[in-house]
């Protein structure tokens, strides 16, 4: 994560993030990173900080997401992936856990159900028949009422769960689970389920950056103008 | 050997808030707030270089620091400079660690850096001739099980802390593939240790995925030792005057031993633990994963890999990933004996919980369960 620092999949997130909206992706630099990533999932179906490591929310995402921005999704047993993931929302509560037989999170209302999105696109990319055209494969109502009903602190700013005290982190996730939930698709395909008040409609959010869709765009064509930059040592 | 904080609101006495009973060390609670933002500072100003501190002085800092704030990466990296330029002993920073922790537990600073302290002291030991301050006598492969041990310790400790863990886990599973290499001994007293620590913390699915790593560890240390078996017959059949005799003696002692290890029966044992625990705690999610995966452990095992040495190498790889060929493989090896955990066991075990459970999520799982058990052996 940073010199002489951990070694985990957040890493090659962070990298392929950054890498791939400022246009300095070179073969070199993720050579062997898609594989990597891949040892990474276990027998869980998820994916873990490390190869060897238990399957875990938060590590999934960004190694899907990094494999997203490195098309090599293909590397993934997308099967287990969905069955493990899909396990993870709570049938009581309405929100994700982070890991099997723990209690559930508001933060992973992004780093779980934002692997739906995800999901959806690479099964669909291989023309996957039983495909939804309008949903999320998960709940989406039932973790918009966790998310509004259980995460939302009286004095603004969200949460993990009911007791615990708001920070920021927690509020940027929970948020940005809901904009998940609330979203489907894009374009033409776009198809919102807003719980409660049309108010409660948030912007949509790009699945694999978590920013504006509109800010992706802008973003990738700004850097573009700029050729991607050599390693030479002139 | 432990550490904490006194909830005491307010300094009655005139007194230290430092408390030593026992050897377990407190802290008032009202002197954190004078204390940290000193010792922060000070250390801040050390680094901005307003303000020298000598080695010593730069020790006590920054353990009182860690002692409040172990996630404090800087006054670690302080300590790191400190222990490459030979001034600080790596040990003492993983006694610091181990009492940080009793705090603690789940630091993410204090494993990553007591990760580089380990990292520092193997590379310590493959250089015999470096003094090794303090930790002279014990020769290195003893010193390496030492540590190992330790480590054991210090995760179980961490683990018992925090329920599941996942730092203190992830450590352990680190330390047996970078200190003690992943040798068959370590794994199966690893098994055997950690046995009951997962029974008395049935939902900890940190500690039965570990145990799950264990497993597949020796189901892969099986596999690889018996390609290197059969691909050394193979080259002795086809050059037999190129023969190394020596390496494939020893690669043939090394399986003998390794092939002791009767995995199948470490399956059935895995299985029979998750029955019992299934029974005596009712509506564990961890519990039914873990059976779920050892079942098919225990059908893609390279139990199969006997047969398969007659047979090509390419054969021998497939072999664990075909189900089909390898449940046959199998049962026609385990004929004469009657299998102990077959399938038909696990449906009377599953039917049995089914009728007698009283528990919603333990039905639902169990229900789970059958259906999973269906689509799989019905292939």
Redesign the interface.
Known sequence: MHV???VDVRSAYCAASVASLTNIMTPALFAGTAEWIARCQN??GGI???P???A?GGYTFCGVAALVILKQEHLLNLRSLLHWVTGRQMRFEGGFQG????LVDGCYSFWQAGLLPLLHRALHARGDPALSMAHWMFDQLALQEYILLCCQCPAGGLLDKPGKSRDFYHTCYCLSGLAIAQHFGSGDLHNEVVLGIPENCLQATHPVYNIAPEKVARAVMHFLQYPVPSLDLA | DEIGLIPCPEARYNRSPIVLVENKLGVESWCVKFLLPYVHNKLLLYRQRKQWLNKDELIDITCTLLLLNPDFTTAW?VR?ELILSGTLNPLKDLHLGKLALTKFPKS?ETW?HRR?VLQQLIQENSLPSLATKGNLGAAPVERIHRLVQEEMNVCSEAAGRY??N?NA??HR??VL?HLAKLTVKVLLDELSSTKCWVSMHV????GF?YR??LL?SLIHRTVTDNNTLVQNQMVNEQNPSLRKEEESAETEATCAEEQSVDLPSRLDEEMELCSELIDNYPG???LW?HSD?SL?NSHRSPAASHMAQAMDVDGLNESSSKQGYTQETKRLKRAPVQDSLGPEMEYRFVDKVLSTCRDVDQARFATAYRKWLVTFLGQ
């Open positions: 002489g620092g951990e027998w869980e873990g900080g490390v060897g490591m238990e875990h890991r099997c037989n723990k | 990296n790191k993410p990553i580089w329920p599941s996942y886990w992830s599973i680190w593939q939902s900890d699915h940190s995925h799950q790593f597949n564990h999610e961890t994963c995966e098919n």
